[in-house]
């Protein structure tokens, strides 16, 4: 199975401030990667897909990268309504696999 | 507007059975790729099955901790997807989500609200 490694666990930013999240996978997935965005209480939601690409009515101050098999999601002016747990998952072969979920509050 | 609602969850008792629905409205049912995906209280997500359309022969793949346990199944008339639990364990409490894959077939698009279910004595 692919390993997905998330960090960090937890993250505290201010209003404004760049945010990075990063996913590592155990193996080459290509572009077959995708984020998704926890709100509380609300079920998970697609915000990325194909390692870069906006789920559609996704703010572009959501971005994603690849470098390799590391894997980055970057908020680029964290806005109050961004909190919550961040995951990636690799779409590339079955069993899918998500990371641990990164927490994202407001300092 | 895409619609996922899962029902059927609740208290079991280990050892015992639960079976999930998910009706779903708002886009083509007969050609999409369905799962089920749960949420641990520790908020792990984890992917547990997946069923494809009539095209693809409605091809199934499950998580191996799961097989022989849980089974998905369809039913294109309405509009449904289903997860029978069997010989649940209190590992198996989570929140349960159905889910849509997008065309590619592993990307998630659309998520249910989730159904509840606690395994415990």
């Known amino acids: 199975d692919i390993q997905m490694t998330q960090s960090p666990a937890s993250l505290s930013a201010s209003l404004e401030e760049i945010v990075t999240i990063t996913c590592q996978a155990s193996?080459?997935?290509?572009?077959?990667l995708a984020w998704y965005q926890q709100k509380p209480g609300k079920s998970p939601q697609l915000l990325i897909y194909?390692?870069?690409s906006l789920a559609d009515g996704v703010p572009s101050r959501f971005s994603g990268s690849r470098s390799g098999t590391q894997y980055s999601l970057k908020i680029s002016r964290l806005q109050v309504e961004d909190i919550g747990i961040y995951y990636c998952?690799?779409?590339?072969?079955?069993?899918?696999?998500f990371g641990s979920g990164t927490k994202l509050e407001i300092k | 507007e895409v619609q996922l609602v899962e029902t059927g969850g609740g208290l079991v008792q280990p050892g015992n059975s639960l079976k999930l629905s998910c009706a779903t409205s708002g886009f083509t049912f007969s050609t999409a790729w369905m799962n089920w995906i749960r949420q641990t209280p520790g908020k792990r997500l984890e992917w547990l099955a997946q069923?494809?359309?009539?095209?693809?022969?409605?091809?199934?793949s499950y998580l191996e901790s799961v097989k022989g346990r849980f089974t998905i199944s369809r039913d294109d008339s309405k509009s449904s997807v289903y997860l029978q639990m069997n010989n649940l364990k209190e590992e198996d409490t989570a929140i349960y989500y159905c889910?849509?894959?997008?065309?590619?077939?592993?990307?998630?698009?659309?998520w249910g609200q989730g159904a509840s279910v606690t395994v415990s004595s």
């Open positions: 069923i494809e359309d009539k095209s693809n022969n409605y091809f199934i």
């Open positions: 889910t849509r894959a997008d065309p590619m077939g592993y990307v998630m698009d659309a």
């Open positions: 193996q080459d997935i290509g572009n077959w």
């Open positions: 194909g390692a870069t």
């Open positions: 998952q690799q779409a590339s072969s079955a069993p899918l696999t």
